[in-house]
């Protein structure tokens, strides 16, 4: 096994130039019906040769319509994996749409919770607010603190003596 790097030939512009192997194996594997449809139709004609060439007009005429139908279903294979492989396409780049929209929105649903939890804290701190302000100014102990809430004493008695 070599340890040589392998060049990677580039076009003009900087795509990398595929070989004919490259070709064919990424082809066959896009739609391998196709390669194979295409050997069956050349072995069928190779044999309708042999068989004209032996002046076998039954065997040949036989021959002659396998390669017709091994031709018709190349082309239904071209066609029907053109179409596959388009719709196949299709559905992994609405796939792919789909999961950015749902990670815009799992992210949008992360910050509106960030920012409903922030205002569920401000509204229970601004309820506790208003419940010992009301607490005070009710007297809370039954006395009045006065106006600055009973730091000065308790606002009774200090002003009559």
Do not use: C
Request: glycine share 10%.
């Amino acid at each position: 096994m070599s340890t040589e790097p392998v060049e990677l030939l580039l076009d003009a512009n900087g795509n990398p130039i595929e070989t004919w192997g490259g070709k064919f194996e990424r082809k066959f594997k896009e739609n391998p019906f196709v390669p194979v449809l295409a050997g069956l139709t050349t072995a069928s004609l190779i044999v309708a040769a042999s068989k004209l060439r032996r002046r076998d007009s039954v065997s040949l005429n036989h021959w002659l319509r396998v390669r017709v139908v091994m031709q018709g279903l190349t082309v239904v294979a071209v066609v029907g994996g053109s179409w596959w492989y388009g719709q196949m396409k299709h559905q992994k780049e609405a796939a792919a749409k789909v999961s950015a929209v749902d990670q815009d929105k799992l992210i949008e649903r992360a910050a509106f919770e960030k920012r409903l939890r922030a205002a569920e804290e401000t509204d229970r701190l601004e309820k506790e607010e208003e419940a010992v302000l009301a607490k005070q100014r009710s007297g809370g102990s039954g006395e009045s603190t006065g106006w600055l809430g009973g730091w000065w004493g308790s606002g009774k008695g200090s002003a009559s003596k």
